[in-house]
């Protein structure tokens, strides 16, 4: 089955760190550029950053809210994706969801989504 | 960073009803433009893309259009399973921003 399953949410202070991951299935995860998704209670869908594939040297990209606390990194070996949060804010508190992309010629789009994970920053 | 708008941010309708929801762009994004569909408690699913292309196993009722800056989700016959938040995309440049959503409830 293809398939996203992410794990590692949960409570954690302002200030502390997190790694989440997201484990792959079911297709060529090596081939793909993945992304994390972010989405507050309430709130709209935030993308918080991708990263590219081996024949697109692994680029990373952030969004301006994340960069330099949060760190997008992949394990081919282990078809798996991982995010690592630290110093961590109340306002970071989301289901984090991990995203595969779908290139198609020009375009791309999320094609493949996680049930997500909960984290909460709360002291 | 583009902001994407969406309008409405909800609304009611019923069974059978026509259904337009609009997003537009700070700026322009060709048809660099995604449209999803999230049920609570469910991740969010992908409808049409480059702004006016049907993803595959999606309903035909569902269908986009535009460029530019201004686009439109049309559902032509809303279904029971339609009731949800719908929500743009713009994949033209970093940050990929999404629309705050549109919640479609019944009426």
């Known amino acids: 089955e293809v398939q996203l399953v992410e794990s590692g949410g949960g409570l954690v202070q302002p200030g502390g760190s997190l790694r989440l991951s997201c484990a792959a299935s079911?297709?060529?995860?090596?081939?793909?550029?993945m992304d994390w998704v972010r989405q507050a209670p309430g709130k709209g869908l935030e993308w918080i950053g991708r990263?590219?594939?081996?024949?697109?040297?692994?680029?990373?990209e952030y969004a301006s809210s994340v960069e330099g606390r949060f760190t997008i990194s992949r394990d081919d070996s282990r078809d798996s994706l991982y995010l690592q949060m630290n110093s961590l804010k109340t306002e970071d508190t989301a289901i984090y969801y991990c995203t595969r992309e779908v290139r198609q010629i020009l375009w791309w789009y999320f094609g493949l989504w996680g049930r997500g994970t909960l984290v909460s920053v709360s002291s | 960073d583009i902001q994407m708008t969406q309008s409405p941010s909800s609304l009611s309708a019923s069974v059978g009803d026509r259904v337009t929801i609009s997003c537009r762009a700070s700026q322009s994004i060709d048809n660099y433009l995604n449209w999803y569909q999230q049920i609570p408690g469910k991740a969010p699913k992908l409808l049409i893309y480059?702004?006016?292309s049907l993803q595959s196993g999606v309903p035909s009722r569902f269908s986009g259009s535009g460029s530019g800056t201004d686009f439109t989700l049309t559902i032509s016959s809303l279904q029971p399973e339609d009731y949800a938040t719908y929500c743009c995309?713009?994949?033209?440049?970093?940050?990929?921003?999404f629309g705050q959503g549109t919640k479609v409830e019944i009426k």
């Open positions: 990263i590219g594939n081996k024949a697109n040297s692994y680029t990373t």
């Open positions: 079911g297709f060529t995860f090596s081939d793909h550029y």
């Open positions: 480059a702004a006016s």
């Open positions: 995309q713009q994949s033209f440049t970093p940050p990929y921003t």
